[in-house]
T-cell receptor, first 109, second 115 residues
Framework: KNEVEQSPQNLTAQEGEFITINCSYS?????LHWLQQHPGGGIVSLFM???GKKKHGRLIATINIQEKHSSLHITASHPRDSAVYIC???????????FGPGTSLSVIP | DAGVTQSPTHLIKTRGQHVTLRCSPI?????VSWYQQVLGQGPQFIFQ???????GRGNFPDRFSARQFPNYSSELNVNALLLGDSALYLC??????????????FGPGTRLTVL
């Protein structure tokens, strides 16, 4: 069983739709990262959260530490949101980060 | 204020050659981590350096090595390149390592193609 799992693997949405990407993990963590990777390759950190909920613009991230589950929501989705969204958690030592497999999102105009 | 920078952006090498990739962390950040991302997969941890010392190493062969300089920039070296080394190499910058409690800021990556 992978330490970090995401669903769905691929997602196609119409512009304006509300989108949810889920992440579940099996390791104990101090914080969880949501990252965005565009086709060019660079990774952008969206959120780092250890409890509750964070909001930034149209993006909302929630985490339930007890259930080892986090969700990333995108409201009023736009084609520029098309990217791979990656959930990542710290490893068991130093600052190694364990990445989930990513969710490939495509928002169609 | 510049973010994490990496060079070169793209690189093409042939099997058996060696390569050096460079990373400059965010000003004031003292720790750098390197990751390899093979196409279609998530990044895999290679190394972490803090204050010029290796703090952690992933499951990569000895062909992979790295170092960190007094200005906290870092180099990743790969010797005897194999086709399977073709990947995006990402560098991440951390202010001070704290066992995962600090946010990592990623650079744009270096895309290495081995022919």
């Amino acid at each position: 069983k992978n330490e970090v799992e995401q669903s769905p693997q691929n997602l196609t949405a119409q512009e304006g739709e509300f989108i949810t990407i889920n992440c579940s993990y099996s390791v104990g963590i101090s914080a969880l990262h949501w990252l965005q990777q565009h086709p060019g390759g660079g990774i952008v950190s969206l959120f780092m959260l250890s409890s509750g909920k964070k909001k930034h613009g149209r993006l909302i991230a929630t985490i339930n530490i007890q259930e080892k589950h986090s969700s990333l929501h995108i409201t009023a989705s736009h084609p520029r949101d098309s990217a791979v969204y990656i959930c990542a958690v710290p490893g068991t030592s130093y600052d190694k980060v364990i990445f989930g497999p990513g969710t490939s999102l495509s928002v169609i105009p | 204020d510049a973010g994490v920078t990496q060079s070169p952006t793209h690189l093409i090498k042939t099997r058996g050659q060696h390569v050096t990739l460079r990373c400059s962390p965010i000003s004031g950040h003292k720790s750098v981590s390197w990751y390899q991302q093979v196409l279609g997969q998530g990044p895999q941890f290679i190394f972490q350096y803090y204050e010029k010392e290796e703090r952690g190493r992933g499951n990569f062969p000895d062909r992979f090595s790295a170092r960190q300089f007094p200005n906290y920039s870092s180099e990743l070296n790969v010797n005897a390149l194999l086709l399977g080394d073709s990947a995006l190499y990402l560098c991440a910058s951390i202010l001070i390592p704290a066992g995962g409690r600090n946010e990592q800021f990623f650079g744009p990556g270096t895309r290495l193609t081995v022919l």
